[in-house]
């Protein structure tokens, strides 16, 4: 099955959930309604970290692996979040590996 998307459709949709690892679901994901969290934006517009709401301009951000909009694309967060969400990811992950 061949999916067309494009560009706009991508980023326009800007419904949160974020990635259980242990679950391996998302769950729904919401972040203050004063917090500034767009999926796309110019690289020095001051932005919110989707996870821990701290400010830091777009083009320091990282791509969260886990909170995502409904096609799958990443909310910025900061450094210290994504650092934290790849750290569990991997955790979380290797036990899986252990148990099968
Ligand atoms: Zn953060």
Redesign the pocket.
């Known amino acids: 099955m061949v999916v067309a998307l494009n560009r706009e459709a991508l980023f326009s949709d800007t419904t949160m959930r974020k990635w259980d690892y242990a679950k391996h679901a998302y769950e729904p994901y919401a972040v203050p309604a004063e917090w500034h969290c767009p999926l796309l934006t110019d690289l020095w517009v001051v932005v919110n ?1 989707a ?4 400010t830091q301009e777009y083009g320091r951000c990282y791509t969260s692996p886990t909170i995502h909009n409904g096609y799958g694309l990443g909310f910025g ?2 450094r ?2 994504y650092e934290l969400d790849r750290s569990e990811g991997i955790t979380t992950n290797n036990k899986v590996k252990e148990v099968m």
């Open positions: 970290c996870s821990c709401g701290t967060v900061c210290e979040c």
